[in-house]
C-alpha cells in the first residue's frame, strides 16, 4: 500500500485509476507541501527533490519543467473542488427533491466542500496562490466552470424559483453570491485566519443564514 494515500486519492479524476510510482508520489507530495509554505516561484525543484529524498534528475524524467509539476497537482485538485456538480447523484438528488429547500442544498454544498478543503488544504492552498498568476490554471478554471458547474448549477437556481423558494433575481446573481459566499467562508476559515478560534458549524449556519435572508422570496 502506498505511504500516501491522501495524494493519490486527490490524483483519481472522475474515478480513474492512474498508476504512479513510490518515488512519484513522494515529489508530488514534497511539491504540494513546498508550493504551499514558500509559493511556486519562490521553490526549486532541487528544494522538492531534496524533501521527496530523490534525485533532482528523477522530478524531471516524469515532468519535464516545474510548470508541468504543478499543472499535474492543480489540475486534480481543480477538477475534484468542483466534484459535487460533476457527480450526476448529486444533481439528480436535487431534482428528486431529496432537498425541499434552496438553503437544504446550501447546508450540503458547505458542509461537502469544507470537508474536501480540510482533507486536501495544502494542495487547495496552491491551488489558490497560483490560480492568478498561470493563464494554463486560469483557463482551465474557466473551462471547467463554464462546462461543468455552471450549466448544472443554474438549472438547480431556476428549479428552486420554479418552485417559489427563491426571489426572481438574474440565475448569474443567484450563483455568484452563493460562491462568493461559499468561497469567502472557506477562504477566511483556512487561508485568511487559520489560527482564529472558529466555531466552524456556527459560521457556515451563519453565513447560510444571511445569503438566504437576501435570496429567498
Known amino acids: 500500500m502506498s505511504e500516501h494515500p491522501w495524494i493519490q486519492e486527490l490524483l483519481q479524476?472522475?474515478?480513474k485509476e492512474e498508476q504512479f510510482s513510490e518515488k512519484q508520489l513522494k515529489i508530488l507530495e514534497a511539491a504540494v507541501e513546498m508550493f504551499a509554505e514558500k509559493g511556486y516561484a519562490a521553490t526549486s525543484t532541487s528544494e522538492i527533490a531534496k524533501k521527496a529524498g530523490v534525485a533532482e534528475g528523477?522530478?524531471?524524467r516524469h515532468y519535464k519543467t516545474k510548470k508541468d509539476l504543478l499543472l499535474a497537482i492543480v489540475t486534480p485538485t481543480l477538477f475534484q473542488s468542483v466534484a459535487p456538480f460533476l457527480a450526476k447523484e448529486f444533481v439528480r438528488e436535487v431534482f428528486d427533491n431529496e432537498y425541499e429547500?434552496?438553503?437544504q442544498f446550501l447546508r450540503a454544498v458547505f458542509?461537502?466542500?469544507?470537508?474536501?478543503v480540510k482533507k486536501?488544504?495544502?494542495?487547495?492552498?496552491?491551488?489558490?496562490?497560483?490560480?492568478?498568476?498561470?493563464?494554463?490554471i486560469k483557463q482551465c478554471f474557466q473551462r471547467v466552470f463554464t462546462?461543468?458547474?455552471?450549466p448544472k448549477f443554474a438549472r438547480i437556481v431556476r428549479h428552486f424559483q420554479e418552485k417559489g423558494e427563491l426571489a426572481e433575481l438574474p440565475v448569474d446573481s443567484v450563483i455568484r453570491l452563493t460562491i462568493t459566499s461559499l468561497a469567502g467562508f472557506l477562504a477566511a476559515r483556512f487561508l485568511l485566519l487559520p489560527d482564529h478560534h472558529w466555531d466552524d458549524e456556527a459560521e457556515m449556519e451563519r453565513t447560510i443564514h444571511v445569503l438566504m435572508?437576501?435570496?429567498?422570496?
Open 13 to 15: 479524476i472522475g474515478g
Open 58 to 60: 528523477t522530478i524531471f
Open 101 to 103: 429547500t434552496y438553503e
Open 111 to 116: 458542509a461537502n466542500r469544507y470537508a474536501f
Open 120 to 136: 486536501y488544504l495544502p494542495a487547495i492552498r496552491v491551488l489558490w496562490q497560483e490560480l492568478a498568476f498561470h493563464s494554463e
Open 147 to 150: 462546462e461543468h458547474v455552471y
Open 213 to 217: 435572508n437576501g435570496l429567498r422570496r
